[in-house]
């Protein structure tokens, strides 16, 4: 009913004894605190106020909703100071979204420190592509998501959502060992004419990710297989099904039959955590960013050997 400004003008004028000596408390000009009184005048349908020789003072109904909203903003200030603590503390739960392949290997190290150095967070971990993911942190579903950017695709980011870059990787070529390019160590894209390829669930972001590349090098995207996860991909692939990309920080372990290969022009994508801007100092966001920042110190593999 009582707005906290109005009430805040009310107790700084019970307090300093005139309206000027509260505006100056209040850091706002003498009309402004005469403004607040009276539309607080209005809402409780009363004189709060009343003239006293050169000045005012409270009326029997002015001092009653002066103790009220001395209490208010009482209570006012302990939920903010509550609220300031639950920034500083990295309690309760913490909702993380991320794509498969850092799920495989950086979700593991990363959660496994949260859990040891704050024992108090509730984690929980969803698998979801970016189109997935990010609407949700978003919505406030999530509190945090791992996602990847191509270089050739990049993946545009809301600008409610704060970022932090955590470390870049490449897709290399997988091919079927006894193919005629699998001897070299590096191929032009282009070269690949002669095998389908094996790509994520059609409709996906690394499909079309896929489709893109392809047709940049003129090369008609025939995807024979849409499979998720890359381990699966690599086994198709060994079966001599046909041709994939794969990231490095997805291609551990490598079956048998298949020949890893870098490509020319190189692919190169970079993994992102993201949460609602403003959020990144909160305890659970803030101790999930650092803990993920530390664990990619380890992934950095743009430059890592191919093998």
Same mark, same amino acid.
């Given at each position: 009913?009582? +707005?906290?400004?109005r009430?805040?003008?009310?107790?700084?004028?019970?307090?300093?004894?005139? @309206?000027?000596?509260?505006?100056?408390?209040?850091?706002?000009?003498?009309s402004?605190?005469?403004? !607040?009184?009276a539309?607080?005048?209005?809402?409780?349908?009363?004189?709060?106020? $009343?003239?006293?020789?050169?000045?005012?003072?409270?009326?029997?109904?002015?001092? @009653? *909703?002066?103790?009220?909203? $001395?209490?208010?903003?009482?209570?006012?200030?302990?939920?903010?100071?509550?609220?300031?603590?639950?920034?500083?503390?990295? /309690?309760?739960? *913490?909702?993380?979204?991320?794509?498969?392949?850092?799920?495989?290997?950086?979700?593991?190290?990363?959660?496994?420190?949260l859990?040891a !150095?704050?024992?108090?967070?509730?984690?929980?971990?969803?698998?979801g592509?970016? $189109? !997935?993911?990010?609407?949700? &942190?978003?919505?406030?579903?999530?509190?945090?998501?791992?996602?990847?950017?191509?270089?050739?695709?990049?993946?545009?980011?809301?600008?409610?959502?704060?970022?932090?870059?955590?470390?870049?990787?490449?897709?290399? *070529?997988?091919?079927?060992?006894?193919?005629?390019?699998?001897?070299?160590?590096? &191929?032009?894209?282009?070269?690949?004419?002669?095998?389908?390829? /094996?790509?994520?669930?059609?409709?996906?972001?690394?499909?079309?990710?896929?489709?893109?590349?392809l047709?940049?090098?003129? *090369?008609e995207?025939?995807?024979?297989?849409? %499979?998720?996860?890359?381990?699966? !991909?690599?086994?198709?692939?060994?079966?001599?099904?046909?041709?994939?990309?794969?990231?490095?920080?997805?291609?551990?372990?490598?079956?048998e #039959? %298949?020949?890893?290969?870098?490509?020319?022009?190189?692919?190169?994508?970079?993994?992102?955590?993201?949460?609602?801007?403003?959020?990144?100092?909160?305890?659970?966001?803030?101790?999930?960013?650092?803990?993920?920042?530390?664990?990619?110190?380890?992934?950095?593999?743009? +430059?890592?050997?191919? #093998?």
């Open positions: 009913m009582f +707005g906290i400004e009430m805040r003008a009310l107790h700084a004028v019970a307090t300093q004894g005139s @309206v000027a000596a509260a505006a100056a408390s209040l850091h706002v000009t003498p402004g605190v005469s403004q !607040q009184l539309k607080l005048e209005r809402e409780a349908g009363q004189r709060l106020l $009343e003239p006293r020789g050169r000045g005012i003072r409270l009326t029997k109904a002015g001092q @009653v *909703l002066a103790g009220h909203a $001395e209490r208010i903003l009482a209570q006012v200030a302990e939920a903010k100071a509550d609220l300031e603590l639950l920034r500083e503390d990295v /309690i309760g739960p *913490l909702r993380v979204g991320a794509i498969p392949t850092t799920v495989h290997a950086l979700l593991p190290p990363a959660l496994a420190t859990a !150095q704050h024992p108090r967070l509730a984690v929980t971990l969803h698998e592509e970016a $189109e !997935q993911t990010m609407p949700r &942190v978003l919505a406030g579903d999530l509190d945090v998501a791992v996602l990847e950017s191509w270089e050739d695709r990049p993946t545009v980011l809301p600008p409610a959502t704060t970022r932090i870059a955590l470390f870049s990787d490449v897709a290399d *070529l997988a091919l079927p060992a006894g193919h005629r390019l699998a001897h070299r160590k590096t &191929v032009d894209l282009s070269e690949v004419d002669d095998l389908p390829w /094996i790509g994520w669930s059609l409709g996906s972001g690394c499909y079309e990710w896929l489709v893109q590349v047709r940049k090098q003129r *090369l995207p025939r995807i024979s297989c849409t %499979v998720g996860g890359y381990p699966t !991909q690599l086994a198709l692939v060994a079966g001599n099904v046909g041709a994939a990309l794969v990231p490095r920080l997805a291609r551990e372990p490598q079956p #039959g %298949v020949r890893i290969l870098a490509t020319r022009p190189a692919l190169t994508r970079t993994i992102y955590a993201i949460c609602r801007a403003g959020e990144e100092d909160h305890g659970a966001v803030r101790a999930c960013l650092d803990t993920l920042r530390a664990a990619s110190a380890r992934f950095e593999s743009v +430059g890592r050997p191919v #093998g």
